[in-house]
């Protein structure tokens, strides 16, 4: 019998993913999968669902999930560490829930240290609801709601989220990776466990943004909506480390 290379996380369930082809929250559900089941946790994680395409990640993630209101993913997951401390909580939010809806929530929990992991994917664009302009859409990039292009004049500059939280004092690990290539999905993964382990070790706050795609609202092909957002989302939000345990304080 050959040798097996590739096998499906322990930490997914047995149930296809509902995503379109080529949308990148299948690779990253398969690296927050692959952490929890190195670390050992699947068995005491519970997971927080937001709202948007990911809104039923309750189903493919093999641990407990709670499913949470629109950008209240920090707070719902805020209280059940609080009450289940040896619990490891993450949230797994886009970009609409995180950093439109759910900007207080996400500030007050870092700013607050919850002792909580957020998953954060980045892409540029409100997925579920048909592709309307985000937060995070790009300076000229067309939505169904920015139909000539996203105008500062109006709209204002794309948030940057893992910069601002990086000012916050309770944040302890936050770290912008990207999913466009294999090299890049290792790096991902390197954040995550990190992030992970900052919560086991019970250092407060952890944060991974991914950018990510979104091929159909984007109106490009899987290969193509790689290459754009390695073009176009990176140089706006770079890639790198904004904040570490080790460095606590740099910012306070
Ligand atoms: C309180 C509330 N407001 C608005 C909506 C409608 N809504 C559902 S998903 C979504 C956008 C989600 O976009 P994003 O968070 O970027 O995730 P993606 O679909 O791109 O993964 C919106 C506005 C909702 N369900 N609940
Ligand atoms: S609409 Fe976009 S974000 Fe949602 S599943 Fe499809 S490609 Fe992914």
């Known amino acids: 019998m050959g040798k097996v290379v590739f096998k499906r996380s322990e930490g997914l369930s047995k149930k296809e993913f509902s ?4 949308c990148t929250h299948g ?37 407990d999930m709670q499913q949470a209101a629109h950008g209240r993913a920090p707070a719902v997951a805020t209280g059940i560490k609080r009450v289940r401390p040896d619990n490891i909580v993450f ?22 240290s919850e002792n909580i992991t957020v998953i954060f994917v980045n892409n540029a664009i409100y997925g579920m ?3 309307q302009m985000a937060p995070t859409t790009l300076i000229g990039q067309k939505t169904t709601t920015s139909p000539y292009g996203r105008e500062e004049k109006h709209a204002g500059k794309p948030i940057k989220m893992s910069e601002l939280l990086a000012t916050i004092p309770g944040a302890s690990f936050i770290e912008r990776v990207s999913v466009h ?35 159909v609202n984007w109106g490009k092909t899987p290969q193509d909506a790689l290459n754009w957002a390695k073009e176009n989302m990176i140089p706006y939000y770079p890639l790198g480390n904004f ?6 304080g740099k910012n306070d």
Request: aromatic share 6%.
């Open 91 to 112: 949230s797994y939010q886009g970009d609409g829930d995180l950093a439109s809806i759910g900007t207080a929530e996400i500030i007050h929990a870092a700013h607050r």
């Open 27 to 63: 690779i990253i559900h398969r690296l927050v999968a692959e952490v929890i089941e190195e670390l050992g946790i699947i068995d005491k994680t519970i997971g927080i669902s937001p709202v948007g395409c990911s809104v039923m990640n309750y189903e493919f993630f093999n641990c």
């Open 243 to 248: 904040r570490t345990p080790e460095e606590d």
């Open 129 to 131: 609801t048909g592709g």
């Open 181 to 215: 290539d294999p090299a890049h999905v290792r790096k991902a993964k390197k954040a995550i466990k990190k992030a992970f382990e900052v919560q086991v070790e019970g250092k407060g706050f952890s944060l991974v943004e991914l950018i990510s795609t979104c091929p």
């Open 19 to 22: 995503y379109c082809p080529g």
